[in-house]
């Protein structure tokens, strides 16, 4: 396991190698598996238009080819037995090799299944461009969410480090007062039982910071020992614009995963228009060039042959099985596929973007309350602290008085992180995300 620095150290001061966000952003860019999978998809996918284009631009073709001949046999002369009415059969035995070099050339001039296809295809090479933002968005929120992971569990860890020591201090008080026969062993029996509890609570907070360290280091491919800490007087407010509706329809017209679902539809549309196409005539613009040699025959010689063609092909078709018509049906149920695809998205998007904002507003209330708790639960600990010196408390109403205390540090500091996650969040289903947003929340640090 990774040595474990003090959380209360990691709270307080960042030392001088801890690490940022925007660092360990610019090294998962480039570094992390996924995106580095997406952008050789997008590449890959980038050639579809090219290879789709090539069914209607010019297409030539040369060939060369080489032939024995051999031939061997007996023949009469047709014009020595008309003049004497017999001819003597001659003996032939000829051996030759002939080549032939063919130039081809075609140029598609009505092919609507293919000029179809080729619209599909930038429509889908779209949806790929979508695709990798979307990506690229998804990094920036990994990201963000392994590094504040850590710093939660950091926390989590210094609330439990301190409770654990507050909790170690009451039981070694309340020994003390038992020896000299203030208390009843019920007293200590309670302060240990409680010690217990958090003693098992601190090694658990210890193994979740060792996870999220590693959860970060999977992104990079690099360990970490100590991040930038979260600066305590950050404010934290809703974002603009105000409105949730502004928020809705920024979603529904920039959110990655919508304009891969109009892409994707509007290519099935394009589909649909080729596979229709099938049953309409093409027209192509075909020639040829040859040069070669004619086979030599037992009256031939092999001679040098050279042909030139051009000509215009149409093709009609007239029958296949019924496999077009199947071609033209399948295409048009991926078209409505496609179209129920995006009104999925359509109203996810409307549902996350709300659900978020909602959560956003909780969390600013949250937080200022939760703030107020800390200084209340302090109020009510030294009071208990001093009913129980006095005789007027006993030791579990102060253990449960530093509970509460410690509970309200770590819910104020989970609020503080919770906000964050959900702003980003929000911004990636507003389609708004960006870089600029990780410089934004690295302002919130505090400096190495």
């Known amino acids: 396991m990774k040595k474990l620095l003090p959380a209360l150290l990691v709270m307080t001061a960042s030392g001088a190698n801890a690490t940022d966000l925007s660092t360990i952003y610019e090294q998962a860019a480039s570094n992390d598996a996924q995106i580095a999978a997406a952008r050789a998809t997008r590449e890959a996918n980038g050639y579809n238009v090219a290879i789709a284009r090539g069914a209607i631009l010019p297409q030539a073709q040369a060939s060369y080819s080489t032939t024995k001949y051999k031939a061997d046999g007996e023949s009469a002369s047709v014009v020595e037995f008309i003049n004497t009415g017999s001819a003597t059969p001659r003996s032939y035995d000829s051996e030759y090799t002939g080549q032939q070099f063919q130039i081809t050339a075609s140029q598609t001039l009505f092919n609507l299944n293919s000029w179809y296809t080729y619209q599909a295809a930038r429509s889908a090479d779209s949806g790929y461009a979508a695709q990798l933002q979307l990506s690229e968005q998804e990094l920036l929120l990994r990201t963000a969410q392994a590094y504040f992971d850590v710093l939660r569990a950091a926390e989590n860890l210094a609330t439990a480090e301190a409770e654990e020591k507050a909790v170690k201090r009451s039981l070694e008080q309340t020994q003390q007062r038992y020896e000299v026969g203030l208390i009843a062993i019920t007293d200590v029996q309670e302060a240990q039982a409680t010690y217990d509890l958090t003693n098992v609570n601190l090694l658990t907070m210890q193994?979740?910071?060792?996870?999220?360290?590693?959860?970060?280091?999977?992104?990079?491919?690099?360990?970490?020992?100590?991040?930038?800490?979260?600066?305590?007087?950050?404010?934290?407010?809703?974002?603009?614009?105000?409105?949730?509706?502004?928020?809705?329809?920024?979603?529904?017209?920039?959110?990655?995963?919508?304009?891969?679902?109009?892409?994707?539809?509007?290519?099935?549309?394009?589909?649909?228009?080729?596979?229709?196409?099938?049953h309409l005539p093409t027209v192509s613009l075909q020639a040829s060039y040859t040069l070669g040699d004619s086979a030599p025959s037992y009256t031939s010689y092999p001679t040098d042959a050279n042909s030139r063609t051009i000509g215009l092909n149409i093709s009609?078709?007239?029958?296949?099985?019924?496999?077009?018509?199947?071609?033209?049906?399948?295409?048009?149920?991926?078209?409505?596929?496609?179209?129920?695809?995006?009104?999925?998205?359509?109203?996810?998007?409307?549902?996350?973007?709300?659900?978020?904002?909602?959560?956003?507003?909780?969390?600013?209330?949250?937080?200022?309350?939760?703030?107020?708790?800390?200084?209340?639960?302090?109020?009510?600990?030294?009071?208990?602290?001093?009913?129980?010196?006095?005789?007027?408390?006993?030791?579990?109403?102060?253990?449960?008085a530093q509970r509460q205390l410690f509970s309200a540090q770590s819910l104020y500091a989970n609020a503080r992180f919770d906000y964050i996650i959900n702003l980003l969040n929000l911004k990636f289903y507003a389609g708004t995300l960006n870089e600029n947003d990780i410089m934004v929340l690295n302002s919130w640090l505090q400096p190495s």
């Open 316 to 400: 009609v078709p007239l029958l296949a099985g019924g496999s077009m018509y199947a071609q033209s049906m399948q295409s048009a149920s991926n078209l409505a596929v496609a179209d129920y695809q995006l009104e999925s998205q359509r109203r996810t998007v409307k549902q996350n973007v709300r659900s978020l904002y909602r959560q956003l507003q909780t969390a600013v209330q949250n937080i200022d309350a939760r703030r107020q708790s800390i200084t209340s639960a302090e109020t009510a600990l030294k009071a208990t602290q001093t009913g129980y010196e006095v005789g007027t408390r006993n030791i579990v109403e102060v253990l449960d």
């Open 207 to 278: 193994a979740n910071l060792d996870v999220s360290y590693e959860a970060l280091e999977a992104l990079t491919g690099q360990r970490y020992d100590d991040i930038s800490p979260l600066k305590s007087d950050v404010t934290m407010a809703m974002p603009v614009p105000a409105a949730v509706s502004e928020w809705v329809d920024s979603g529904l017209n920039k959110y990655a995963g919508i304009v891969m679902a109009q892409s994707a539809k509007e290519s099935a549309r394009l589909q649909r228009n080729a596979t229709r196409a099938n």
